[in-house]
């Protein structure tokens, strides 16, 4: 049996979670759904489709990421344990008509003039692409490419105007009244009174309109409207574009028309896609599976927002960490709210480190239960164990420098032969570990003078370091460090510990003192000892 065959074996009973996601996807495909089944069967299309979609207003953010990343497992899950080809598609509905003019561009007076719009048929304030829906799309997929997604990009303005949804938006206005029983009672009084789920286009304005249908004709496949300036009724196709559809009975045309398959969604949006798959029914097609993720929080426990501009952006994470510990960070618990803080970042980066490290040694079993199995796409690569993120914060913070090729030179001796070539990902990780120390650990270091029973305990650690061959291990570090703590006035080691990292680097917490000690080197470490216990470094 090859690890393909037995990852596939496995799969179909692992308990990671884009597994049993994968599961459920396989099972909606299979010939008699459940247990004992014949097995998933591609469908007619040919392929089970995913989706993701994005509206094209702003630009992308770290939940655009989490949302790609986190589809992106579950689609590699589903190829493990079946043969069924797969597709994901990144939607953007550009055909939104432009509600506000954004802070973060130029030219607003301009974009003032074409609010309403199709933010296709809106100019690009940046002067670059022939719309602002154009120009935020290409951001889009030049944000999905920098990360290796693999996806098809579809605009909402091209598969209304090639004729794309045509069929479906027919099969909606034949079930109009039906559709429109779905979404009236979840909305006001007002409203109700003047709902109709197609948005006509304006030929005059080119503005999508919001307005009272006064009649719809199946057989024509049109509806009428008044005007809203001149008073005039217009009647217009419901098709190639002319009309559009509003929010929840869009989806579910898509859903439709697309034949997709699995979506995730945020629980924000939970409402949406309990209406939006009872109207896919209506449509006589079967809803996708879906996936209800949490919402990110900020340090303050409240809901992270584009317009408030409060928590992590992905800018900035990715100044701070590798895309790898973001990417393990989105699959961690993705049903449970999650705070996206800076203090994050270093946590992530180490217990990506370890889980890799570990990756390698494992069972097939136990591989796909680690999510470093996901992150990779089912193929993590070989780890560059030895170093945590931790241990280079306290090295920058000691070495005081900014300078890579000075941190290398502690690097290579602790890891023979070591250089930013050979060790791509911790040169990153380097140059990472400077800025995060820059920015978020030197402003709070706060350095205090050892108790005279914690300074005759490193007296100690220093007649035991260089009792020691310069050669001495980690481990062996590590070793004496906790023969003096057990031998000393500490309650317990952690006590012995806080004060080391207390005294020498200006924190309550550290990496393994031992670690750090190899990394430094026995002789550095002996004289920011004694630096410590004179008092050097609290003044």
């Known amino acids: ?310 928590g992590l952006s992905m800018e900035e994470w990715l100044e701070y960490g590798p895309p790898e510990s973001l990417a393990y960070f989105m699959y961690q618990k993705p049903k449970t709210a999650k705070r996206l803080s800076f203090e994050i970042i270093p946590r992530s980066t180490d217990e990506y480190i370890g889980r890799l490290a570990g990756y390698a040694g494992e069972d097939p079993a136990k591989q796909l239960e680690n999510p470093v199995w996901h992150v990779h796409n089912g193929h993590p690569p070989d780890s560059e164990a030895g170093l945590s993120f931790g241990l280079l914060l306290n090295l920058v913070a000691v070495a005081n420098t900014d300078d890579p090729n000075i941190l290398w030179g502690f690097i290579s001796r602790y890891l023979p032969g070591a250089d930013a070539e050979s060790h791509p990902f911790l040169a990153r990780l380097v140059g990472h570990a400077i800025a995060y120390y820059r920015d978020f650990v030197q402003p709070t270091k706060t350095y205090r003078a050892p108790t005279a029973e914690e300074g005759a305990a490193m007296e100690a650690l220093i007649l035991a370091f260089q009792a020691m061959p310069t050669t001495s291990s980690a481990e062996e570090l590590q070793s004496a460090v906790y023969a003096i703590g057990k031998e000393g006035p500490f309650e317990n080691l952690r006590d012995w510990f806080r004060a080391l990292y207390e005294v020498l680097f200006g924190q309550s917490q550290g990496p393994r003192f031992g670690s750090f000690a190899a990394l430094y080197g026995v002789e550095g470490t002996v004289a920011l000892l004694r630096a410590g216990i004179d008092g050097k470094l609290a003044d």
Not at 129 to 144: C, E, I, T
Not at 214 to 230: F, K, M, N, S, W
Not at 277 to 301: C, H, Q, V
């Open 1 to 310: 049996m090859t690890k393909s065959e037995e990852f596939r074996r496995l799969g179909a009973e692992a308990k990671a979670w884009p597994l049993r996601e994968a599961a459920r996807l396989a099972e909606r495909l299979s010939s008699k759904g459940g247990p004992g089944n014949n097995g998933p069967e591609t469908p007619e299309k040919g392929y089970a489709l995913f989706e993701t979609g994005y509206g094209p207003s702003g630009l992308p953010h770290i939940g655009t990421f989490g949302e790609v990343a986190r589809t992106t497992m579950v689609r590699r899950a589903f190829e493990t344990i079946c043969d069924v080809p797969t597709k994901l598609i990144a939607f953007s509905d550009d055909m939104d008509g432009l509600r506000a003019v954004p802070d973060n561009v130029p030219n607003k007076d301009m974009l003032e003039l074409h609010l309403g719009k199709p933010l296709t048929a809106v100019p690009d304030p940046f002067g670059e692409y022939d719309s602002f829906g154009a120009h935020n799309n290409a951001r889009l997929k030049a944000f999905l490419d920098k990360f290796g997604f693999n996806y098809a990009f579809y605009s909402a303005t091209e598969c209304y105007r090639t004729g794309l949804f045509d069929q479906t938006l027919l099969a909606l206005l034949a079930k109009v009244e039906e559709v429109k029983d779905v979404i009236l009672p979840t909305l006001g009084e007002e409203r109700r009174q003047t709902y109709n789920p197609f948005l006509p286009v304006c030929e005059r304005t080119g503005q999508v309109l919001q307005v009272p249908i006064i009649e719809a004709d199946v057989g024509a496949g049109t509806v009428l409207y008044q005007d809203p300036e001149t008073g005039e009724n217009i009647e217009t196709p419901v098709t190639g574009g002319r009309c559009k559809l509003q929010w929840k009975a869009d989806w579910a045309m898509r859903w439709a028309a697309l034949g997709v398959d699995y979506e995730m969604a945020g629980k924000d949006l939970i409402d949406s896609v309990r209406l939006s798959s009872r109207i896919t029914r209506i449509l006589g097609a079967k809803p996708p599976e879906n996936l209800i993720y949490e919402m990110f929080l900020d340090e303050n426990g409240e809901k992270i927002s584009k317009s408030r501009g409060n």
